[in-house]
């Protein structure tokens, strides 16, 4: 498939953003049951559980789809920034040189 270096860019930006939105929440801590009891009564319990939504394979899965594709977006811009060739002006490439008084 072939698209414009622009459009490759933007689509890096957007996986870049998506993959730390990942990272943050590919954490084990965040898909265990936790279940916290406590007795108000003798015979009424408080229990407040928290559950996840979603399981880790999934949240992995999801990160691992938009790393990879972030990676081979990367490459094909790293790629054609090594073999595109650009017109310059001359003096772009010169070193500074102080001038003799």
């Known amino acids: 498939m072939q698209i414009k ?8 930006k957007e996986l870049n953003n998506k993959v730390l939105q990942l990272q943050g929440i590919n954490a084990r801590e965040l898909f265990e049951t936790k279940v916290q009891r406590k007795n108000v009564t003798e015979s009424i319990d408080d229990i407040v559980a928290q559950v996840p939504k979603l399981t880790l394979s999934q949240v992995t ?17 790293q790629q054609a920034n090594w073999v595109t060739e650009i017109e310059v002006d001359p003096t772009v490439m010169d070193d500074f040189k102080e001038e003799s008084k």
């Open 5 to 12: 270096l622009a459009e490759a860019l933007l689509r890096r």
């Open 61 to 77: 899965a999801g990160y691992d789809f938009y790393a990879r594709a972030l990676r081979r977006v990367d490459a094909a811009i």
